[in-house]
Structure formats: C-alpha cells, structure tokens
C-alpha cells in the first residue's frame, strides 16, 4: 500500500486528539464521576449541591436562644391613622361632587363613615406594651405567694379595646411542683387583674423518670425559680 490511510478511517490518538471516543470505546461514564445538577436553570457542581441543606430562619427555629420580642400593640395606630385619612378624603370628595356625580351614592358616604370609626378604634386600642413577659412573670410571682419554678406566659388581649393581658403560668418550685397557678397581668400598668391557684393535679413521674440526672431545672422561661422576698418588683 502507500501508507495513506482511508477518507472513512481514523486512528485512535487523531480520535482522542479531537474529543472523540476511540473504536471500541463504551458510551458509559465512568462510576466516580458524579454529573453536574441544575439547580433553579444554573448547572452546579454536584459538591455544590451536596453542601445545600435548608435551614429555618431564627425568628422560626424554637431552639434559638436569643430574646423574643413581642410585638407592641401601638404599631395600631398606623393603619388606624391611614383609615381615618382615606375616610376623611374620599368622603370630603364625595360631598364636594354633588349628588349629580356618577360615582356618589349613599353606600360610598356609609363605606368612608365606617372607615373612619375602624381607624378610631385602631387608635384607640393602640396600648403600648408597658410590660413584658419577664416583669409580668415577677409580679404574677408576688401575687401567687409561692416560689416559682417552671413558668411560661403568653399575651392576649381582652374586653372590645382588646387591652393586652399577660397570662402566666406557673408552677412551684418543688420537684415534682406542689402547686400551680394562672395569673392574669395586665400589660399596660402591670396589675393583676386576676388570679387561681390549685394543688397541683398533673401526673410528673413520667417526665421525672425519663430525665437522666435529676438536680434544679430551670423555669419553662428560662430563667432560674423566682423566690417572692427576692422580687425586685415594690408597689
């Protein structure tokens, strides 16, 4: 022969130069190459993609440690304001249009009249958070007569001007408690507005059995047991 080699021929290093597979060559990959992911229509490598773990956000995670706060009821005031002004214009604009106007009737006069009474209630319900959990737990504590152990509260609100109330509960200190108690703060001037205590009737032997160790445990809040005499709170 000449020593050329065919037009339909190839030799494996011009193949391999060229990125093409060898004759003979298998189309499948090899087992330690793990392909590339496309995650939101971006390829990422797959170390990338094993390194994503979804995580909640603080404010949701309830084992974060960090001190909750309560939202204050005077953000009401706001939107309260905003209905007042949205009644006051669009109703000023309705009288100002005369009755010959296409777009005023009586339902639209009636409509900002109950705008502006929503937003004076919102004004008026907008109480500020005078106390927080940690001064209302001291004072349902002086009220209770009993050193606290476990105790958790809890903001609600009460009567048509939602005024907001602390509701605490709390358990004595002994291990297992003897007592327990439900305490009503309210929130605004810190006054107990009232009050129940009991004999403990819960049944604790489980939840004492299946923690290893025993010893003092710290209160549902956080917070170590609160004796009465140590209370900070003066009348």
Not at 30 to 35: M, R
Not at 92 to 102: E, K, M, Q, R, T
Request: hydrophobic content about 40%.
């Amino acid at each position: 022969m000449n020593g050329t080699t065919p037009a339909n021929e190839d030799t494996g290093g011009r193949s391999a130069a060229a990125g093409v597979p060898a004759s003979g060559a298998t189309d499948e990959a090899s087992p330690d190459v793990k392909p590339a992911e496309s995650v939101e229509g971006r390829t990422v490598p797959p170390e990338s993609v094993e390194e994503m773990v979804d995580t909640l956000p603080e404010d949701l995670d309830r084992t974060f440690g960090a001190p909750y706060e309560f939202p204050d009821n005077k953000r009401r005031r706001i939107p309260g304001i905003l209905y007042i002004l949205t009644g006051l214009a669009v109703g000023g604009w309705a009288l100002s249009a005369g009755s010959d106007a296409v777009l005023v009737n009586g339902g639209l006069l009636a409509g900002c009249g109950a705008l502006i009474i929503i937003g004076l209630w919102h004004v008026l319900t907008a109480y500020p958070l005078n106390h927080d959990e940690n001064e209302a737990l001291v004072v349902a504590t002086r009220g209770v007569g009993f050193a606290v152990g476990h105790a958790s509260a809890q903001l609600g609100w009460r009567g048509l001007l939602s005024r907001p109330t602390w509701r605490i509960l709390l358990y004595s200190a002994e291990d297992p408690p003897e007592q327990r108690g439900l305490v009503l703060v309210d929130a605004v001037d810190g006054r107990i507005i009232d009050q129940f205590t009991e004999s403990n009737p819960e049944d604790w032997s489980e939840m004492l059995d299946s923690e290893p160790g025993g010893g003092d445990r710290a209160s549902g809040n956080g917070t170590a047991a609160i004796d009465p005499a140590d209370s900070p709170v003066t009348d």
